[in-house]
């Protein structure tokens, strides 16, 4: 079992950045590809980015392209989310997902753990 807890969602007016933070524990975090994945209101849940198990690949999905940046920490068992240029198009629900295959891993039936989520709200 892998337990996945994120933080630092918030409220942040366009053009502003957050930090998104998930922390694991359990089995071997390196053992495991890291992903985000955001659900709006109404809408499905959709794949964000995702981080090779040791950290060297990234994949993206094209509208975070350039603002969005995946990364982490094997050494503090954590995968960050830096978001910049936030637009109220990036409101939703995040949520940080692990699993054993390899990226660029785009679907949600491709994780195996998921963490409760975290807020972004963007205000126009």
């Known amino acids: 079992q892998v337990q996945l807890v994120e933080s630092g969602g918030g409220l942040v007016q366009a053009g502003g950045s957050l930090r998104l933070s998930c922390a694991a524990s359990?089995?071997?975090?390196?053992?495991?590809?890291m992903g985000w994945f955001r659900q709006a209101p109404g809408k499905e849940r959709e794949f964000v980015t995702a981080?090779?198990?040791?950290?060297?690949?990234?994949y993206y999905r094209d509208s975070v392209k350039g603002r969005f940046t995946i990364s982490r920490d094997n050494a503090k068992n954590t995968v960050y989310l830096q978001m910049n240029s936030l637009t109220p198009e990036d409101t939703a629900v995040y949520y940080c997902?692990?699993?054993?295959?390899?990226?660029?891993?785009?679907?949600?039936?491709?994780?195996?753990?998921w963490g409760q989520g975290t807020q972004v709200t963007v205000s126009s």
């Open positions: 981080i090779s198990k040791s950290g060297d690949n990234t």
């Open positions: 359990g089995r071997t975090f390196s053992f495991y590809a």
């Open positions: 997902a692990a699993g054993r295959r390899y990226i660029p891993m785009t679907s949600q039936y491709q994780y195996d753990y």
